[in-house]
């Protein structure tokens, strides 16, 4: 017998190669397997089967036009057709959802609700097949692919989605594990890929449908897994966002359990810095936080020293990994919750200086003012509860780091810092003491460095201390336009409520002083013009007051002071003009 070519035996090959592909993608074999399709099928629909087994993605696309184009045939029977399709295409459609082609995933989904659409009732006794893969669809990274899901199921079953989720709630949840569990095979990289978007799939379809009322997705099957665990610190972005999105979900249930795991795997990753996985990280987090008021096991599943501690130091000294909006509204929930027991040494001290260093590397401006409101909340939960004894010194630094234009701008500490003086002068008094003498603490230091050294530096310094009066004073000022302007004379504004205070600091930028150099004149004279220009008539002739009775009574432009005070207030001067 003679050698056989080398040709028949790559034929032989790629024959058995197309009907393994084949297998895998129906279930079984197309090519050999003929009998085990339903004899009702129309021919054309059994050709259009095998055609959407086939290696090629534009056959596997065509081959679900031509079956879309079948059911759109108004002179065959539909009635048979439709019959035996229910029967036919779930054993197709379960390999297509996850075919590597998003074009071929997105017309398998329009092939079955084109098939629900037209079967009505009839298709009840297989939505427990058909069901599961067309509401994992919904959550595919392929936007055309997940929309045409989603609107076909509010077309299908309009306003019922959720009870079909309840009534194939098992199948689902079998169908997302087995997706979550994929493994890839070894040393192909397409595999990884595709495996690694079917498993961020599958976590993003439990979390979407998970049910936080009466029936909840039953996932204890995969919560047993220790391989799901392990998706927390999976180096793949979409798998993490996906995994702390189905923590959310579950943690939002009255009795969730492997409260344990869930802390270890959440707690254990604050150092996370992708924008996709954050804000589900910190939604987890702050429903932990909640559960630990009542569940000791929070804290005590995840080593706070080693796991915890760094992590939040490496999120605070990296000024929020450019997500300040997302993160820093959590910290003082975290400093908060966090066990006393837990607290102690320089953990307090340590979370200052961590949040006030990594403000330096914050670039956006809406992440600033988040991370100053942050800080002074946190600031004064800590100083009204005692946990530090030198809160008003971190007030300082953050006002000085101000000042120096080392970190945050005179326009994102304003509104924050006024709240906090406004809140403290009607419920602290002390406290408002304490903290007005920070402030003003800040302000001489910076006018005596000016008053030793005449500089550019030094006076860009004492014009940032200009500007954050003038953004006090100005951060209530109601805005738009006022139709009642007797309704807004009478009503005292909340700027108002603190305009002595807001005059001390002038005065302490317009002083007198012994020095004659120009510049410094200059200085006192734009400061003025500063704080003046815009403001209410009030506050400038609250300054204008001060400037008499402090600097200029008794001074040779005392009548021209008077002279213009007379022209702001609307008097009729009775000095010679």
């Not at 045939?73 to 539909?78: C, M």
């Not at 595709?194 to 599958?202: A, D, M, P, T």
């Not at 994102?412 to 003003?440: G, I, T």
Request: aromatic share 8%.
């Amino acid at each position: 017998m003679g050698r056989q070519k080398g040709n028949a035996e790559r034929s032989k090959y790629k024959t058995a190669s197309s009907a393994n592909f084949e297998q895998s993608q129906t279930g079984f074999f197309t090519g050999f397997g003929q009998e085990q399709l339903d004899q009702d099928l129309d021919p054309r629909l059994r050709v259009a089967f095998r055609k959407s087994a086939k290696k090629d993605a534009t056959t596997r696309i065509k081959a679900c036009d031509e079956i879309l184009g079948l059911l759109q045939d108004k002179e065959s029977d539909l009635t048979t057709t439709i019959s035996a399709m229910l029967k036919a295409w779930p054993r197709y459609y379960s390999k297509s959802v996850s075919d590597p082609e998003p074009r071929v995933r997105g017309q398998s989904h329009n092939v079955t609700l084109r098939v629900l659409q037209l079967s009505g009732k009839q298709s009840a006794p297989y939505l427990k097949s058909i069901m599961p893969p067309l509401i994992y669809g919904t959550s595919d990274e392929y936007s055309i692919s997940s929309t045409t899901c989603a609107k076909g199921l509010d077309l299908v079953f309009p306003e019922k989605i959720m009870q079909v989720v309840s009534h194939v709630s098992s199948e689902l949840v079998t169908y997302c594990t087995e997706m979550v569990l994929k493994k890839p095979e070894r040393g192909s990289i397409d595999s990884e890929l595709e495996v690694n978007r079917l498993i961020s799939q599958g976590l993003r379809c439990l979390a979407r449908y998970n049910q936080t009322g009466k029936n909840p997705l039953d996932i204890s099957s995969l919560l047993d897994s220790k391989s799901f665990w392990k998706l927390s610190r999976h180096k793949e972005t979409s798998i993490r966002a996906g995994f702390f999105e189905l923590a959310v979900a579950k943690l939002q249930e009255n009795e969730a359990s492997h409260i344990s795991e869930w802390s270890k795997a959440v707690l254990s990753s604050l150092a996370e810095n992708e924008p996709n996985c954050v804000r589900p990280l910190w939604a987890g987090i702050l429903l932990l936080l909640k559960k630990s008021k009542t569940d000791p096991a929070v804290f005590e599943a995840v080593n706070f020293l080693k796991a915890f501690v760094p992590g939040l130091w490496t999120v605070l000294r990296a000024g929020g990994f450019g997500c300040g909006t997302i993160i820093y509204p959590h910290m003082l929930p975290l400093i908060a919750t966090i066990p006393q027991n837990l607290t102690g040494g320089p953990f307090y001290e340590n979370f200052f200086s961590n949040f006030l260093e990594g403000m330096r590397e914050i670039e956006a401006k809406v992440d600033l003012k988040a991370a100053v409101s942050a800080l002074l909340e946190c600031l004064q939960y800590a100083q009204v509860n005692k946990i530090i004894p030198n809160a008003f010194e971190y007030v300082s630094d953050l006002i000085m780091e101000c000042i120096n234009g080392a970190s945050c701008a005179p326009i994102e500490a304003a509104k924050p810092l006024y709240n906090l003086m406004l809140q403290w002068k009607n419920s602290h008094q002390d406290y408002f003491n304490e903290l007005m003498e920070a402030v003003q603490n800040c302000f001489e230091s910076t006018i005596s460095d000016f008053g030793r050294n005449v500089s550019e530096e030094n006076a860009a310094r004492v014009k940032k201390c200009v500007e954050l009066v003038k953004h006090m004073v100005n951060c209530d000022r109601p805005r738009g336009v006022v139709f009642d302007k007797n309704n807004e004379k009478s009503s005292e504004s909340p700027s108002e409520k603190l305009k002595d205070e807001m005059i001390i600091l002038v005065g302490i930028l317009v002083s007198k002083s012994d020095r004659l150099e120009p510049e410094f004149a200059l200085l006192q004279l734009e400061t003025i013009i500063i704080l003046t220009k815009n403001s209410t008539r009030d506050f400038k002739m609250a300054i204008f007051d001060y400037l008499y009775r402090e600097i200029l009574q008794g001074t040779k432009v005392d009548d021209t002071l008077s002279r213009n005070h007379d022209l702001v207030s609307g008097k009729k001067s009775t000095l010679p003009i």
